[in-house]
């Protein structure tokens, strides 16, 4: 898929995932572009199922949802909050250890840079930069499993794995699709675009889509 073609598509997409009632409009919904809500709950995110994410999300920022609240807060009190999230045991300990650093070393705010987050344990290139273009609108590309599938599927790269994909979209895209492109992609590959048995009768883009054209 060349540049023109994916443009066209994107665009399509873009209109349709307004229609579609997938979670990650809701995800975007509850954190709005809080940082640190988008920090938090990506983490959460991570082996998680969206439902659970986004429940266990609430729960937690209806006790705490800034890092002051959460340092007032045990390790065992964040568990249960966050259960049954993946290795929630674990993500419990990773946020309160941002949560500190924030407070200690940032005036409780979530840096803005991409080294900075990085630098924080529990955080990678998906998590953040996520937070940089919906929490600080940046341009910054963030690549999940749903963009990483789809961004192959349809022909625009041939990529190996989701670092690879970023950076291949970073080389290809203009910047003006960076921030969208994750909830685009996130959207139409969770009620779409799925991993097993797509729904290609009801793709929008069917026509541009190199995937439909091998099967």
């Known amino acids: 898929m060349d540049l023109?073609?994916?443009?066209?598509?994107?665009?399509?997409?873009?209109?349709e995932s307004k229609n579609w009632n997938a979670p990650v409009v809701a995800f975007m919904g509850r954190n709005g572009n809080d940082p640190f809500k988008i920090l938090i709950s990506t983490i959460l995110s991570l082996r998680t199922k969206d439902q659970t994410t986004a429940q266990a999300s609430d729960r937690l920022f209806k006790v705490a949802d800034t890092?002051?609240?959460?340092?007032?807060?045990?390790?065992?009190?964040?568990?249960?909050?966050?259960?049954?999230?993946?290795?929630?045991?674990?993500?419990?300990?990773?946020?309160?250890?941002?949560?500190?650093?924030?407070?200690?070393?940032?005036?409780?705010?979530?840096?803005?840079?991409?080294?900075?987050?990085?630098?924080?344990?529990g955080v990678g290139r998906k998590t953040a930069n996520l937070v940089l273009s919906e929490g600080f609108g940046k341009?910054?590309?963030c690549v999940d499993v749903h963009v990483h599938r789809i961004s192959n599927?349809?022909?625009?790269?041939?990529?190996?794995?989701?670092?690879?994909?970023?950076?291949?979209?970073?080389e290809?895209?203009?910047?003006?699709?960076?921030?969208?492109?994750?909830?685009?992609?996130?959207?139409?590959?969770?009620?779409?675009?799925?991993?097993?048995?797509p729904k290609c009768k009801d793709?929008?883009?069917?026509?541009?889509c190199e995937y439909d054209k091998k099967s």
């Open 4 to 15: 023109k073609t994916f443009e066209k598509a994107f665009k399509i997409l873009k209109k």
């Open 67 to 121: 890092p002051e609240k959460i340092l007032k807060l045990s390790e065992k009190e964040i568990e249960k909050l966050i259960y049954p999230v993946g290795f929630y045991r674990n993500k419990a300990k990773i946020i309160k250890e941002i949560s500190e650093i924030l407070v200690e070393k940032f005036n409780s705010k979530v840096p803005d840079d991409l080294e900075t987050l990085l630098s924080f344990k």
């Open 139 to 141: 341009p910054a590309i």
């Open 153 to 170: 599927r349809i022909g625009l790269v041939k990529t190996k794995n989701p670092e690879e994909t970023e950076f291949k979209l970073m």
């Open 172 to 197: 290809i895209l203009p910047k003006k699709y960076w921030k969208d492109i994750n909830f685009v992609f996130v959207a139409f590959g969770q009620t779409i675009c799925k991993p097993i048995k």
């Open 203 to 208: 793709c929008p883009i069917v026509k541009y």
